[in-house]
């Protein structure tokens, strides 16, 4: 049974590494130019995106935790877990998470809501609030770090070190070249009439 498990999810590997390729493949036939090698990494990357979101989302929802954790509203309770104070303002909130001011008052009025963060007011300037962690909001990340930090070395356990650090490099320069080539200011740039 578990080998043929084991089979069944190497194959299905498998099968979605075909399909990528094929898409990428598609690209270059309708194009000429079109380097399918590059377009295969970007599709990879958007697929192994959804597939983290989706399988860190299934973690979430396995620990029961009576609120709704999204990866966005999970992101923005680790961010105040690892800030002095267990508290920040929320424009610097929505630096470090380049994330929206909007959004991340949206997410705030949620995890306030459910009791995880409180919105403080900044006693020397009124227009500036902060968002902290409750005693709720502590303990949920108490019983999440660890099963994500788990989760992450588990994604990563089949590389050497040398490997990690090759591979953080290749990350660490594509979205350099991303955010060198696309956004100015936070904003992605509007296409050009070349």
Not at 18 to 45: K, T
Not at 88 to 95: P, T
Not at 121 to 145: I, M, W
Request: proline share 2%; net charge negative; charged share 30%.
């Amino acid at each position: 049974m578990i080998h043929e498990t084991i089979t069944n999810a190497r194959s299905s590997a498998q099968a979605e590494e075909d399909r990528i390729q094929s898409a990428a493949e598609r690209y270059g036939e309708e194009f000429a130019w079109a380097d399918v090698d590059a377009i295969e990494i970007v599709l990879g990357l958007l697929r192994m995106h959804r597939f983290i979101s989706a399988t860190t989302r299934r973690h979430m929802d396995s620990m029961h935790m009576g609120v709704n954790l999204t990866d966005a509203r999970a992101t923005l309770l680790i961010t105040l877990y690892f800030t002095q104070g267990r508290r920040l303002a929320q424009n610097e909130i929505s630096k470090e998470l380049g994330v929206s001011r909007t959004n991340i008052t949206n997410l705030i009025d949620g995890l306030e809501r459910d009791g995880l963060v409180v919105r403080i007011a900044n006693p020397s300037d009124r227009r500036v609030s902060h968002a902290q962690l409750t005693d709720k909001g502590e303990q949920a990340c108490r019983v999440l770090l660890p099963i994500l930090t788990r989760f992450m070395e588990g994604l990563a356990s089949g590389y050497s070190d040398s490997e990690k650090s090759q591979f953080k490099d290749y990350l660490r320069r594509f979205r350099h070249d991303l955010r060198d080539r696309y956004l100015t200011d936070g904003q992605p740039e509007t296409a050009s009439a070349d």
